[in-house]
């Protein structure tokens, strides 16, 4: 049976609001206002996506969304601490809960918490 998750409000984090429309282009502002679950982001290089993700994740934030609710994933540990630099120079919250870095690094983090229900010790290895 399929799992379905939803995605609970926290009271608003910030009384600061970002003109997104001034910031955005039409197609980054569609992507950041949608609403609220999983969004596919489809662009080429140097179209802005990493910019249209953390306005995303500001948004969310803005409006309530938990920062323990969201994870942004990238390939490199760069683009992963430009990520979340972005997102933390945007909004003056605490975004402590929010999850950020690379496939293999979040990967790494939630095998290393939850290993064990998995059989695993926590000293593990991985190869």
């Known amino acids: 049976m399929p799992r379905q998750y939803t995605l609970q409000r926290a009271p608003r984090s910030t009384s600061i609001h970002i003109d997104y429309a001034a910031e955005l282009n039409e197609q980054q502002l569609a992507a950041v206002t949608a609403p609220p679950g999983p969004l596919l982001v489809i662009a ?7 910019r249209t993700l953390t306005y995303r994740v500001a948004y969310l934030l803005e409006n309530g969304i938990d920062p323990r609710n969201i994870l942004l994933l990238t390939f490199t540990n760069k683009a992963a601490r ?20 690379t496939f293999h690094s979040v990967g790494n983090r939630m095998l290393r918490r939850h290993g064990s229900a998995l059989g695993y010790s926590s000293g593990f290895t991985i190869m």
């Open 82 to 101: 430009q990520m979340l630099d972005r997102v933390a120079n945007l909004l003056p919250v605490d975004a402590s809960g929010l999850w950020g870095g």
């Open 44 to 50: 080429g290089a140097g179209s802005g996506k990493t």
